[in-house]
């Protein structure tokens, strides 16, 4: 059995250990609730907009397709990562890292030899990865997660969506955890541009509108503000999905740390019973021989 002090000192340090991660777990359940409720309430507004998007986009004749629409096979690909600034949250970036590897590795392989497939990397941790394996960066923001609203991620939306229409990349994916609940994230690869018709659509939607004031403001005013919802709600479901993954982590971490407590306590009561026992035996056995 392991000598007392060292025990005493190793369950201190795991009783230190559990208070950090059941206050970790606090913090991260308190984030959760604000992240989930802004993603709930987005959810059915950003739905709504995409339905009418895909829609507009199907009454749009062939020849007045607009510039967020491409036809033909991309050349040039940029891969969004979204994953956090912190860590202590499970598999959460590592099922990033793992996604976009696959896609850079497997589906878009030939691009990816060619040069012609980028990534660009909001959150530290996937930074970090990138920059390790030389992974070709397009660009790089990991504040956007330190104080995420609307206005701030417009800037970083916009960028992308103008750097498309100069076709810098004929196609653009999002790779991020979409939230579900605080114990499962799901991992989700969206394509964001170019904008395309679901491959199935019910036969009985009617796409016979009357726009007004007409098709074509309605097509330059209401797609950008679609896409920069779409957006911002894969960055506002990946916030939401950390703070669950994290809150989850930091749960086990410390049901884990109450175990080794437990384990460490009677590993120690045994070692002391142990300890009392070869004294009292020391003890009665100099008294016999004192009595001889």
């Given at each position: 059995m392991g000598n007392l002090k060292e025990i005493r000192t190793r369950i201190a340090s795991v009783k230190s250990t559990k208070q950090i991660t059941?206050?970790?777990?606090?913090?991260?359940?308190?984030?959760?609730?604000?992240?989930?409720?802004?993603?709930?309430?987005?959810?059915?507004?950003a739905g709504k907009l995409h339905?009418?998007?895909?829609?507009?986009?199907?009454?749009?004749?062939?020849?007045?397709?607009?510039?967020?629409?491409?036809t033909g096979i991309p050349d040039k690909i940029l891969i969004v990562a979204i994953?956090?600034?912190?860590?202590?949250?499970?598999?959460?970036?590592?099922?990033?890292?793992?996604?976009?590897?696959?896609?850079?590795?497997?589906?878009y392989i030939g691009e990816n030899k060619e040069g012609?497939?980028?990534?660009?990397?909001?959150?530290?941790?996937?930074?970090?990865?990138?920059?390790?394996?030389?992974?070709?960066?397009?660009?790089i923001n990991n504040e956007?997660?330190?104080?995420?609203?609307?206005?701030?991620?417009?800037?970083?939306?916009?960028?992308?969506?103008?750097?498309?229409?100069k076709k810098e990349f004929d196609k653009v994916v999002i790779v991020y955890n979409k939230f579900k609940n605080a114990g499962v994230q799901i991992l989700t690869t969206d394509k964001f541009l170019p904008i395309e018709?679901?491959?199935?659509?019910?036969?009985?939607?009617?796409?016979?509108?009357?726009?007004?004031?007409t098709k074509e403001y309605i097509v330059k005013e209401l797609i950008p503000k679609s896409l920069k919802i779409q957006f911002y709600e894969a960055i506002l479901e990946s916030l939401a999905a950390e703070y669950g993954a994290r809150m989850t982590a930091m749960h086990k971490a410390t049901d884990n740390a109450t175990t080794i407590i437990k384990d460490?306590?009677?590993?120690?009561?045994?070692?002391r019973q142990a300890a009392i026992t070869n004294e009292i035996l020391e003890i009665v056995g100099g008294a016999e021989a004192l009595s001889k």
């Open positions: 059941s206050a970790m777990k606090m913090v991260s359940a308190a984030k959760l609730k604000k992240a989930q409720d802004a993603v709930i309430h987005l959810r059915p507004y339905q009418i998007l895909f829609n507009i986009n199907q009454s749009i004749e062939k020849e007045e397709e607009h510039i967020y629409s491409r994953t956090s600034n912190k860590g202590l949250c499970g598999a959460f970036n590592a099922n990033i890292i793992k996604q976009v590897s696959t896609l850079l590795n497997e589906e012609n497939v980028s990534v660009f990397s909001i959150g530290k941790k996937g930074t970090e990865f990138f920059k390790s394996t030389n992974t070709k960066l397009l660009g956007i997660l330190d104080n995420l609203n609307f206005e701030h991620a417009v800037t970083l939306i916009e960028d992308i969506m103008q750097r498309y229409v018709l679901p491959e199935e659509i019910e036969s009985n939607v009617n796409f016979d509108y009357i726009f007004e004031p460490l306590q009677l590993t120690y009561n045994k070692a």
